[in-house]
């Protein structure tokens, strides 16, 4: 397939530069908007607990004004492939990116063009900036996500156009905070925080003690359950010998075999309750296999078992514990095989065979990335080991990974190849070759200790 990628944006910025200044000058809340052109365009999506971001460069006299007069400006991105014509109208669903003006750096060196360079990071930094939160925004047990999420912006510096933006993926209903403790203990207290938290931090102490996930999306507020964010039916597919440009590997050993606990203390009560997963005695958490000659007790089982240790206060209900447990041990598991790909598509098919747009992937998107098949085949065709061998060190194997290879030809098949996605980088340039374009994903997943690799 032949790509045109194209971009462009859209700077907004208020009139007099900052906030501040239009406040202060009794100003109205009207915006200037600057069309341009970029020249380069690099774009971080990171996972829910931290903020998107982007450089996007272009000529001065698009936006080489004083660089204070950018600030508080919210910078819109759109990127997308021109049809056979060259034609490319952007709409909504080329939308790549919302966010705001970090910093902005006017180089007029004699020795090279006049070039304005605009960094930004999604909305997601106005909560983390938001450190030390006060008493005031935080949510109380009474309330349902909803009130949460308003009480929380009504303290958080700029956050105000994001207070109606919550969007619920595969949750039904509202929940409420006060589900997740004793009834005595909701009417009593707020959700317990750190003295020195953020309100991004308060925010997914509240989605969490609901077993659910929350990430920003442009100008919108998704919360969804760690089953949507981490899976997906039909993934995208990439294939080593036909999309993919670069890929390489590694195994992450310091998560292998562990699992969760939680503790969390009920000061009503003055007890403290517990959650495992995977539950004791699973296979998944056992220190060694040995043979057991005799039954063994729970805690004679549970010392014999690898599980990382978290307080997670302000639950109280068992229930609710576990299911928390279970999300947290998902997370943390898919650490342990961690890989990177680069591709120059735009475009793919899924496993289903519908088309694709990667420039939607994101953190949490499951993705499929193998072999391409034919080499699969052809390499289990061969009639003999030594011929196996000698057609995989043509191809660049060292004499010791062919062998490996060679060992476990007739298990390859049956390996999982779906992974989800850590970090996506999106480079697009232009120039006067006509400039490049890759996409960079970082996947992570978990493989089971019997040595194959799912992503379920």
Partial sequence: MIYRPRMTATLSVPLLGTRAQRLSQEKNSEVITLRLRPKRIRL??????????ISLSCDWYECGVDPRLLDDGVLTVYIGNADDDGVWNPGPKDV????LVRDVDANRDSDAPAAVTIECVDYTSLFLDANRFGSAGIP?????????WRTIVSQTPGAEVLADNLVFIGVQGVPKLGDAVSERFRALSSVPTKPDTDAWAVWQQCVGMCGLISHIDGDRVIVTTATNYYTEADPPSLVWGKNVLKWRESRNTGVVKKGVG?????PISGTTIEAVFPPVGDERVRRKRVKAKKVQSAATVRSNEQREWFVYPGVTQVEQLERIAERVWEEMSRQELEGHITTAEMWTNTLGGVQFDLLRLGAGVSVHIGVDGNDRQLLSSMPSDSARREFLMQRGYTPDAANLIVSNVKGLS???SKFFVKTVCITLE?????GQFTIDVDYINRIQIDGSATGT
């Fill in 414 to 416: 049956g390996l999982e």
């Fill in 262 to 266: 939680l503790t969390s203390y009920d």
């Fill in 430 to 434: 232009v120039d006067e070759s006509g």
């Fill in 140 to 148: 109380t047990y009474s309330q349902n996500l909803e009130e949460a």
């Fill in 96 to 99: 790549r990116f919302i966010g």
């Fill in 44 to 53: 971080e999506k990171n996972d829910h607990n931290h903020a998107d971001s």
